[in-house]
């Protein structure tokens, strides 16, 4: 069975606890025993700090969102937020929210990854998806403890499926909520995937992230996103 598989069974199961590991094969007792470990994942000041932060941008941003919401749905038809399942701590499946910047909504067994000048895309979707303003609602998703504001970028749960059979570690990612931003993204390592090292090098970027994650990294993270909404090329 793939460990993806495995993790999703594990957090689908209300019964299932650390307790358990005792009675579970090898692989399987390693990779739960991994993700208990993980710092970030267990930090409560992390969490306290996401759902502060959330909160009050939220706050902040009603009027834009409310905004984008309008001009959204003005544009053209379907309704303003896209939702899709994605993969989060521990393998569980939950609901991203962002803002539709397509004419379609995928989140089936196959899903297309945007590509530079993709038809689908509307014209206001360019502008939100090339200043990220598009990831915006996903705040709520920080707010329901579903991400945190700094983690490994939420994957469809379709390239889940697919990227995980191919680079190694990709299951460990798991071990931490995924965020609006992360390490990865600003090593470079964010957007279209054209080949499978592109994959691998953010899974490793990752994977880094959760090992060696602190407060002061995240600080850090933020830092250097902040440039990236004005001027990172891989955003389209």
Not at 48 to 70: E, V, Y
Not at 114 to 142: C, H, W, Y
Not at 189 to 201: N, P, S, T
Request: proline share 5%; glycine share 6%; hydrophobic share 45%.
């Amino acid at each position: 069975m793939h460990k993806l598989v495995e993790l999703r069974a594990h957090s689908e199961n209300r019964n299932w606890t650390s307790e358990c590991l005792a009675s579970q094969p090898a692989p399987v007792a390693v990779a739960a025993h991994v993700q208990l470990e993980a710092p970030v994942a267990t930090s409560r000041f992390k969490r306290a700090f996401d759902a502060i932060m959330s909160f009050g941008a939220l706050l902040f941003f009603l009027p834009l969102l409310l905004t984008i919401a309008m001009l959204v749905k003005l544009e053209s038809r379907g309704p303003a937020l896209f939702r899709q399942r994605r993969t989060g701590l521990n393998g569980a499946i939950f609901t991203v929210f962002k803002f539709r910047t397509m004419t379609v909504a995928e989140d089936g067994d196959v899903v297309r990854q945007a590509t530079r000048d993709d038809t689908r895309i509307t014209a206001l979707g360019a502008i939100l998806r090339k200043f990220s303003l598009d990831e915006l609602p996903q705040l709520l998703n920080v707010l329901r403890g579903e991400m945190s504001l700094i983690g490994p970028r939420p994957h469809a749960v379709a390239h889940d499926e697919t990227w995980g059979k191919l680079a190694p570690g990709y299951d460990r990612r798991f071990r931490a909520r995924p965020g609006l931003t992360g390490y990865a993204a600003v090593c470079g390592f964010r957007g279209e995937v054209k080949e499978l090292q592109a994959i691998i090098d953010r899974v490793e970027a990752d994977n880094e992230y959760i090992d060696t994650w602190s407060f002061a990294l995240d600080i850090k993270i933020i830092l250097r996103t902040l440039p990236l909404i004005f001027s990172d090329t891989r955003a389209y």
